[in-house]
């Protein structure tokens, strides 16, 4: 059975460190737009108190998050336990992108190992809770963090990141524009 807080309680924040992964969800306004859902890893999840956390995002194909968040602020972000008891915990929020130069960027920043290939910190405020049975969740084993984003980013290089990011994440799949813009 759900249950639903206002605020992450310590065993909610307990639960986020032990995850590996974690997914996002967000949408534009526009009911023919396209939803976004985001896996993510990387120890790149941080709690930073009981209504707010941030998460560092690495540049990908698409940055419809940040477009999204500018349009109407809503962002989920979902941990499932892969392993031991079954669990699952929604963070329902209103988020932004905070990008180098920013003012709330090194503080941010300094919660990371920041990579080559972040691109910015998604911050959320948090107004609600939710934890449920995740009985339906499979049993998983965590046998490392990949390297491919890495090895990526060192192969463009500086000049290669900014060019990509300028062709890829500037704008969402639906014409909307990200902090990028």
């Known amino acids: 059975m759900a249950k639903f807080f206002d605020s992450i309680e310590p065993a909610h924040k307990a639960f986020i460190e032990r995850q590996k992964m974690f997914f996002t969800g967000s949408a534009p306004l526009d009911a023919k737009g396209h939803v976004n859902v985001s896996p993510k890893g990387l120890d790149s999840f941080r709690v930073l108190s009981p209504n707010r956390v941030a998460y560092m995002d690495i540049i990908g194909s698409g940055n419809e998050t940040s477009a999204h968040l500018i349009e109407n602020g809503r962002i989920t972000i979902v941990f499932c336990a892969f392993d031991g008891p ?13 990008l180098p130069g920013d003012p709330e960027w090194g503080e941010l920043a300094a919660l990371f190992r920041l990579r080559l290939s ?51 994440n500037r704008v969402s799949q639906d014409g909307l524009p990200t902090a990028l813009f």
């Open 86 to 98: 079954p669990n699952i915990l929604r963070l329902y929020g209103e988020g932004y992108a905070v």
């Open 118 to 168: 972040t691109r910015q910190i998604i911050v959320a405020n948090i107004h609600k809770v939710q934890t449920s049975c995740g009985f339906g969740v499979p049993l998983y084993e965590y046998t490392g963090e990949r390297d491919h984003a890495d090895k990526w980013a060192e192969k463009k290089g500086v000049d290669g990141l900014e060019a990509y990011k300028k062709e890829k």
